[in-house]
């Protein structure tokens, strides 16, 4: 049996797929979002317990100045974290194409997690204008990773419009419903060619690591972590279920029955 100081052996922790958007390769499958912290001393704590490399920054939500102690992106290490500027906010393509261009003037990379919100009580996204935006931005040389819902079509016209990955929600942003349509995921992933990365929706660990048994590539959160009554704990919950769902999709599953099969041979039973 295992220690809790052993490690997994080499073949069952070495991915033949690596985590790989744009020609960068990432180690951790799990991104992680800055808002909702009770404090930033918190927000760094949560974010380190996580193991995510991949911190998405709101451009219109947060100080861009980051002398100021009270703004987030003094706490956020660029040496540490590859910072991913994000629009959340946005309800129109002309808008979410401004803030990226704000963010890329300000120091941020070319990378951005692009959201055009259609409707203010739902926040599902306007997939027009997301198109429209995608389009508009990786004309210019940005990397757009572009948050959608779980329609196969709009996912598929992301990749054709230059998207370098896709970001289909679980279920609505802050619900912490978990994945509402697996068969969904699972079709957009099979279909597309860049990295899809499943975001929104994910409320606790087993919601995690449903959503990666579905094959996807990783998953951006923020709620889910920062919401939780301890983040911290909630925030290393999560990386193990990426983690562990991830493991649990290479090895494959055992196929669902309606009926009991014994797990042990029937022949050469002692008789009785």
């Known amino acids: 049996m295992m220690g809790h100081t052993d490690v997994l052996p080499p073949q069952a922790s070495t991915d033949p797929h690596p985590f790989v958007i744009a020609d960068r390769e990432f180690r951790s499958r799990l991104m992680v979002g800055t808002g909702k912290y009770a404090s930033n001393e918190q927000m760094i704590d949560a974010i380190e317990a996580s193991g995510a490399e991949v911190v998405t920054v709101a451009v219109r939500r947060v100080d861009l100045d980051r002398k100021k102690d009270e703004g987030i992106l003094h706490h956020l290490d660029p040496a540490q974290f590859f910072l991913l ?147 911290v704990r909630m925030a290393t919950a999560m990386r193990q279920a990426v983690e562990a769902g991830r493991l649990a999709y290479l090895a494959g599953r055992m196929p669902r029955r309606e009926v009991a099969v014994p797990s042990s041979p029937t022949t050469g039973m002692l008789s009785s």
């Not at 912490?176 to 079709?187: K, S, V």
């Open 85 to 231: 500027a994000n629009t959340a906010g946005c309800y129109t393509a002309a808008e979410a194409i401004r803030y990226a261009r704000l963010a890329r003037a300000a120091g941020f990379n070319e990378w951005v997690k692009l959201e055009v919100i259609g409707d203010q009580q739902t926040l599902l996204p306007d997939t027009v204008g997301l198109l429209e935006a995608t389009k508009t931005l990786a004309g210019e040389g940005f990397k757009v990773m572009a948050y959608t819902n779980d329609d196969l079509i709009t996912a598929l016209r992301l990749e054709e419009a230059g998207a370098v990955a896709v970001m289909p929600l679980a279920s609505p942003i802050g619900s912490g419903l978990g994945m509402l349509n697996p068969y969904a995921i699972r079709t957009i992933k099979q279909r597309l060619s860049v990295p899809v990365i499943v975001d929104a929706g994910v409320g606790t660990a087993s919601d995690a690591c449903i959503v990666m048994e579905q094959g996807v590539d990783g998953i951006l959160m923020n709620t889910g972590i920062a919401a939780a009554s301890d983040p």
